[in-house]
């Protein structure tokens, strides 16, 4: 069963309160109710917000006074299909902490603190640009069994009705279980994932500008080869949106 705080009955959220009393979630020391996303305004005020300036191919802030528009070193010897990836904030403190207690603790109720960090950046920059479909990241089928949801279809569904593209879940399977990324290097973990991805045989993408939607960008490898089976399917363009940056 996948469960979303925004999406709880009345009865049902007033029973969370009970067990969940109205306190933020990251830090238990200010109040913050299920509306906020169980998160408080102490902790928000820590939330990192990507403003330029940042490499215009895989959003990578860059510290310092940059004016004109530039590629990073890593894009510039990368490969890349997508043309572009753009992140909300930064995946440090009160944003990474939610993250991984909400993936990983099932701390579903962080749900609409995430999908608001996304909306509230992604939606503007989405909405009348054409795009055709929303597709999550997908898990493998045995992965999604085990945790009971896949975080990027939670965070695309609010994308979804934030900007009237709608959500194409079907669009892309995992064939492949890997191994967890998070020890292997650069080259091992782009190894470790290629033709991870495919397009289901019937789906028609000739044509089709996608926005590919996951919870982390850390290295790319992830979300590039989603789109290099999106692009082998016949999608023209790819974008890229995730809730945090690694940096
Ligand atoms: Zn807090
Ligand atoms: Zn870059």
């Known amino acids: ?11 049902l959220n007033r029973g ?9 979630q990251l830090c238990q020391a200010e109040p913050a109710t299920p509306r906020e996303g169980f998160v408080g305004s102490q902790c928000w005020s820590q939330v990192r ?5 940042f490499c215009q191919r895989c959003g990578l802030p860059f510290a310092g006074a940059l004016t ?3 590629i990073c070193t890593n894009c510039q010897e990368s490969k890349f299909y997508f043309t572009s990836a753009r992140s909300a904030a930064v995946a440090k403190t009160v944003v990474r902490d939610a993250i991984h207690r909400f993936k990983y603790s099932r701390a579903l109720w962080f749900e609409n603190f995430l999908a608001g960090l ?5 939606a503007p920059a989405l909405r009348g640009q054409g795009w055709d479909f929303l597709v999550p990241v997908p898990l493998h089928p045995l992965k999604e069994r ?11 569904r609010h994308l979804s009705r934030a900007t ?7 669009m892309l399977r995992r064939t492949k279980p890997t191994v967890t990324q998070t020890h292997l ?11 991870a991805f495919a397009v289901p045989p019937r789906a028609r993408l000739a044509g089709q500008r996608i926005v590919l939607l996951d919870d982390v960008f850390t290295t790319g490898a992830t979300t590039n080869d989603c789109a290099r089976a999106l692009r082998e399917a016949g999608a023209v363009e790819v974008c890229v949106w995730t809730v945090a940056r690694g940096v």
């Open 1 to 11: 069963m996948t469960l979303a705080a925004g999406k709880f009955p009345s009865w």
């Open 16 to 24: 969370l309160a009970l067990l969940y009393p109205e306190v933020c």
């Open 49 to 53: 917000f990507i403003r330029p300036p």
């Open 68 to 70: 004109t528009e530039f």
């Open 118 to 122: 996304l909306v509230r950046e992604a």
């Open 146 to 156: 085990e945790r009971e949801f896949n975080q990027s279809a939670l965070l695309a």
């Open 164 to 170: 009237g593209i709608p959500c194409a879940q079907g």
């Open 185 to 195: 290097k650069r080259d091992a973990r782009a190894a470790n994932l290629r033709n």
